[in-house]
C-alpha cells in the first residue's frame, strides 16, 4: 500500500448513457473559435485557425438527465457567458493521428457548457497575459452523460442550441464547425500525446451571452442527452 501524505481526490469521471459504467477523465481540451460567427463576434474575421486552451478535469459539474443542477456563480467577474458545446469523448490515445483515423478513437459524445468569466478574458487579453483564470475555474465545465460514438453516426451535421429561461440564446449545426472533429483530432495529437478519458469541448456556435443568478440553462444536441442548469 502507498503510504500517501493525505487522501488522493476520487477519479472524476462522467456517466456513459445506457450501460451503468463511468467515463473516467483524464484531461479537458478546448477549442476556441472553431464557429466562424463566433469568432466574429468575438472580434476576429472567422478565418483563423482555431486555438487551444485547457480546463482542469475537477471543473466538471456532472448534469443527470431529467434534473436541473445547481451551477454556483463564480467569484472575481460580473460577466459570466454561456458557451454551449459538443464534447468528444476519447476512448483511445495516439500521437500523430492522422485525421483519417481520427474518429477511430472516440469513445463517444455528449453536451458540454464552456463557461466564461468574459470580463477577466477580455482584460487579459489586451495585456497579452494567459487566461486560464477566465476558464479554468471551479464548476467551469457542466456536461450531460455521455453518448457512446455508434448510438449517435448523425452526430456531425447535428443541431445545436442553448436557452436562458426558455428564449433561444445560441443555435447552429455541428457541421459548421472550422475544424471538424477528425482534423480537432488529429491537430491535438500533434501536439500532446492523447490519452482514453480525454475530453475535448470543441467550440462554441455564435449568440454567447452573459447570466446571472436565478438564469436556468437548457443546453442540447440532436441525438444527445440535454442539460438543464440554474445559476445559484
Given at each position: ?8 481526490a ?9 450501460t ?51 451551477l ?41 457548457l464552456?463557461?466564461t ?96 443568478r ?19
Amino acid at each position: 500500500m502507498t503510504n500517501y501524505v493525505f487522501t488522493p481526490a476520487p477519479v472524476i469521471s462522467v456517466p456513459v448513457v445506457g450501460t451503468g459504467s463511468q467515463f473516467p477523465v483524464h484531461r479537458i481540451y478546448c477549442v476556441g473559435q472553431n464557429y466562424a460567427e463566433h469568432a466574429q463576434e468575438m472580434g476576429s474575421s472567422g478565418r483563423e485557425p482555431p486555438f487551444f486552451f485547457m480546463k482542469p478535469a475537477d471543473a466538471l459539474v456532472l448534469c443527470p438527465p431529467g434534473q436541473t443542477t445547481p451551477l454556483p456563480y463564480p467569484s472575481l467577474t460580473g460577466n459570466l457567458h454561456h458557451e454551449v458545446e459538443l464534447v468528444v469523448a476519447i476512448g483511445t490515445g495516439g500521437k500523430n493521428i492522422p485525421v483519417d483515423q481520427a474518429l477511430q478513437h472516440v469513445f463517444g459524445y455528449a453536451v458540454g457548457l464552456d463557461m466564461t468569466r468574459r470580463d477577466l478574458q477580455a482584460a487579459l487579453k489586451k495585456q497579452g497575459r494567459p487566461w486560464c483564470i477566465a476558464k479554468g475555474f471551479d464548476h467551469g465545465a457542466p456536461i450531460g452523460p455521455i453518448t457512446p460514438a455508434q448510438a449517435v453516426p448523425g452526430i456531425h451535421a447535428a443541431k445545436i442550441d442553448l436557452s436562458v429561461n426558455r428564449s433561444a440564446r445560441q443555435h447552429g449545426q455541428t457541421s459548421q464547425l472550422i475544424c471538424s472533429v477528425a482534423e480537432t483530432i488529429a491537430q491535438l495529437s500533434a501536439a500532446w500525446e492523447l490519452q482514453p478519458g480525454d475530453l475535448i469541448f470543441t467550440g462554441t456556435p455564435a449568440g454567447v451571452g452573459a447570466v446571472v443568478r436565478g438564469d436556468r440553462l437548457q443546453a442540447g444536441i440532436e441525438g444527445l442527452t440535454a442539460i438543464n442548469l440554474q445559476v445559484v
